[in-house]
C-alpha cells in the first residue's frame, strides 16, 4: 500500500518569499499525486496535481516538482501571501480513485 | 453550482449512541467518498461509490459502521453505537468519475463523542 509521508507539520514565512512544501512517498506505483489546502473549518479544497511521467507542473504561483528517484514531491509557492495561510496536504491517487493523504503541513505566511 | 453539502455541521452525542451524517453530492457527480479526519491527521477513506454501488469499502469498521446511497444521489454514513474514538470530522467529497484527479470536497462534520 501506498504511504505518504509529510514530515514538517508546520512552516511559516514571510510574505513575498517562497514557501517549500515536502512530501515523501513509499510506492513507485501511482498515477498521480495532487495537492489539497484546507481552511478552518471547511472541506480540503484541490490545488494543484502532478502525473506520474511528469516532474514539473506549474499553475501561476503554485509549482509541483516530482523527483521519482527520490520519491520526493514538494510544492512551491512564490510570492507567498497570507491568504496562503492554511494546511496543505499531498495525496497519492492510484488507479481505484482511492486518495491517500498525508498528514498536512500547516503552512503561516506573515505580513 | 452548488457544491457538497453535508449535514450537520456538527454533532455531540454521547456514547453508545446513534448519529446519521448526511451529504448531496455536485449534482452529475457519479462517484461519491466518505472520509474521516482525525485531528492532526489526513484524511483517510472510509467507503467509495460509483453510482449507488460501494466499490471501496475495505476500511469501513463495519460493526458499527454503515453507509448507503439510494438512488446513485444523496449518501448517509450512520455509527451504531458510537465509541469515543469516533470523535472526529466526517468528509464527504465527489467527483465526476472513476479517476478523475479532482475530488470536491463539503465542509464536514464534527464528531464529538462524550
Known amino acids: 500500500d501506498q504511504q505518504v509521508k509529510q514530515n514538517s507539520p508546520s512552516l511559516s514565512v514571510q510574505e513575498g518569499r517562497i514557501s517549500i512544501l515536502n512530501c515523501d512517498y513509499t510506492?513507485?506505483?501511482?498515477?498521480?499525486f495532487l495537492w489539497y489546502k484546507k481552511y478552518p473549518a471547511e472541506g480540503p479544497t484541490f490545488l494543484i496535481s502532478?502525473?506520474?511521467?511528469?516532474d514539473k507542473n506549474e499553475d501561476g504561483r503554485f509549482t509541483v516538482f516530482l523527483n521519482k528517484s527520490a520519491k520526493h514531491l514538494s510544492l512551491h509557492i512564490v510570492p507567498s501571501q497570507p491568504g496562503d495561510s492554511a494546511v496543505y496536504f499531498c495525496?497519492?491517487?492510484?488507479?481505484?480513485?482511492?486518495?491517500?493523504f498525508g498528514e498536512g503541513t500547516q503552512l503561516t505566511v506573515n505580513p | 453550482e452548488a457544491g457538497v453539502v453535508q449535514s450537520p455541521r456538527y454533532k455531540i452525542i454521547e456514547k453508545k449512541q446513534p448519529v446519521a451524517f448526511w451529504c448531496n453530492p455536485i449534482?452529475?457527480?457519479?462517484?461519491l467518498y466518505w472520509y474521516r479526519q482525525n485531528l492532526g491527521q489526513g484524511p483517510e477513506l472510509l467507503i467509495r461509490y460509483e453510482n449507488e454501488e460501494a466499490v471501496d469499502d475495505s476500511q469501513l469498521p463495519k460493526d458499527r459502521f454503515s453507509a448507503e446511497r439510494l438512488k446513485g444521489v444523496d449518501s448517509t454514513l450512520k455509527i451504531q453505537p458510537a465509541e469515543l474514538g469516533d470523535s472526529a470530522v466526517y468528509l464527504c467529497a465527489s467527483s465526476s468519475q472513476t479517476g478523475s484527479t479532482e475530488a470536491f470536497f463539503g465542509q464536514g462534520t464534527r464528531l464529538t463523542v462524550v
Open positions: 510506492n513507485s506505483m501511482f498515477d498521480y
Open positions: 449534482s452529475g457527480h457519479n462517484t
Open positions: 495525496a497519492d491517487l492510484t488507479s481505484g480513485s482511492r486518495l491517500t
Open positions: 502532478i502525473s506520474s511521467i511528469k
